[in-house]
């Protein structure tokens, strides 16, 4: 459940972490593998592993911010529920999507089950994705990104954040699937 006025689990050592703006320098190139990763999904209790897709279908990352359970970024907020919303469409395409938070495990359970996702959600409290894929950083989380890597593991397209474009749109997502060579 959403509040605005719940700030508990706000300061942690996350928070301070990632508190001064650092600009996204992500240098992932299309037409390139992009790094693998092991993280644990908090629907399933499995792990996963990125490379673990490859050959079998093409993945869309959703790398988002969500401060805590209770606390989550204007922006994107409302791209998740629309993930969440779409997420068979993606599927009916052969596509997984991987939504990756920075919140701790126990953080992650509570939001997977109070927005009732029906995608893996994955825990990074490390931060070490995001750091790994050179997101940045500010207010207290990493920013957010989406890339979407085809059946190879080869990343076909990709979304930073910035003020003006906050997530790639579900259109825009979408498309980029339909475009994908078989």
Do not use: W
């Amino acid at each position: 459940m959403v509040t605005s006025s719940d700030f508990s689990g706000l300061l942690n050592r996350r928070f301070l972490q990632n508190l001064l703006p650092v600009p996204a320098t992500n240098q992932l190139q299309i037409g390139h593998r992009v790094p693998d990763f092991e993280l644990l999904d908090m629907i399933s209790g499995q792990p996963i592993r990125l490379s673990s897709y490859r050959g079998d279908r093409p993945v869309v990352l959703a790398l988002t911010r969500i401060f805590t359970e209770k606390q989550y970024c204007p922006f994107c907020y409302p791209h998740i529920k629309a993930l969440n919303d779409n997420y068979e469409a993606f599927v009916r395409r052969g596509t997984e999507i991987l939504m990756i938070t920075s919140t701790d495990e126990n953080q992650s359970r509570m939001i997977a089950r109070d927005l009732g996702l029906k995608m893996p959600l994955l825990s990074d409290s490390t931060c070490g994705i995001f750091r790994v894929y050179n997101l940045g950083q500010a207010l207290g989380a990493p920013l957010p990104g989406q890339f979407l890597l085809d059946k190879r593991g080869v990343l076909q397209y990709k979304h930073l954040f910035s003020f003006f474009d906050h997530n790639a749109s579900i259109e825009t997502l979408l498309t980029a699937v339909d475009q994908l060579k078989p």
